[in-house]
């Protein structure tokens, strides 16, 4: 089925197309007989290709945020539409399978399956989604992250940096429109850390992938084009700056008024 067409007016400002689009987007939690506000009122629009950072400090919502964009966890409030298509509407089923084949993730606790090879590791979501050729495409996206002598070793054999390696060969092997990555170096030592990150954005340009990236790390963000900042829940700021060339300097703010929040 072909997803249904942007047809409302998204504003002059909307130039390109909309990966992501979020309207009103709000979460709150039943709390001891009151309502805990967990997010509130958030707009965003993120076009195809973008590379997005959300910053905030830690309780401000950004995990929680990027579990309702990408369709892992349901708003109280508002709407998102993901790759063409209203998440409201589509059952729990449709939206597995809108995640598997559209959608990659990296966690900061790498969430690999222990009992699996970093092969099988990869393989697993390329099976779950029929991908022709899923054998050939894990050895080729493993050996992209520098991991071609490591494909049959389990997790606890793999250090923490190649772990998260294994986890980014996963979430690329299937091709996704748009990535989302929270906290990706949070669990490493900064030297590695700096080397995951710079391949997963080398990743990221190579595959044109539209990426969304939760950190806290004012360095990991000075790589991105745009900083959307939560805080309390809260879109605070969302601007758009150059991105630095390398991860020691911070980004230069552009001039132009793009803030979308
Ligand atoms: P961040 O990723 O920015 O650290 P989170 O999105 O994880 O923040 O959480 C935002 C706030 O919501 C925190 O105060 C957190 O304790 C709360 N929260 C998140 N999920 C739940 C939940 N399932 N039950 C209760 N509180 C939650
Ligand atoms: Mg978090």
Redesign the pocket.
């Known amino acids: 089925m072909s997803p249904p067409p942007f047809d409302d007016a998204s504003g002059p400002a909307a130039n390109g197309r909309a990966e992501i689009e979020c309207r009103g987007r709000g979460?709150t939690?039943p709390?001891g007989g009151r309502t805990?506000t967990?997010?509130e009122g958030v707009d965003l629009r993120i076009e195809a290709g973008e590379l997005v950072a959300i910053l905030?400090?830690?309780?401000?919502?950004?995990?929680?945020?990027?579990?309702l964009l990408a369709g892992l966890d349901r708003p109280t409030s508002g709407s998102v539409r993901l790759a063409g298509r209203e998440l409201e509407r589509l059952g729990e089923d449709e939206l597995a399978l809108l995640r598997r084949g559209r959608v990659g993730f990296v966690f900061q606790s790498f969430q690999l399956l222990g009992n699996l090879t970093a092969r099988e590791n990869v393989l697993l979501p390329l099976e779950l989604i029929g991908a022709p050729g899923a054998a050939a495409c894990a050895d080729e996206v493993l050996a992209e992250v520098g991991l071609a002598e490591r494909t049959h070793h389990y997790p606890a054999q793999l250090s923490g940096g190649e772990q998260q390696r294994v986890a980014l060969a996963r979430a690329f092997a299937s091709r996704p429109a748009v990535l989302f990555a929270?906290?990706p170096t949070g669990n490493l030592d900064s030297e590695t850390g700096a080397r995951i990150l710079e391949l997963l954005l080398d990743m990221r340009a190579r595959h044109g992938t539209t990426l969304v990236l939760?950190t806290?790390d004012p360095q990991v963000a000075a790589r991105a084009e745009r900083q959307v900042h939560?805080f309390g829940?809260r879109v605070v700021s969302d601007e758009r700056a150059a991105p630095a060339r390398t991860s020691g300097r911070a980004a230069g703010h552009a001039a132009g008024d793009e803030a979308g929040g």
């Open positions: 979460k939690l709390s805990l967990i997010l905030g400090p830690s309780g401000s919502g950004k995990s929680t945020l990027l579990g929270d906290e939760v806290h939560l829940g």
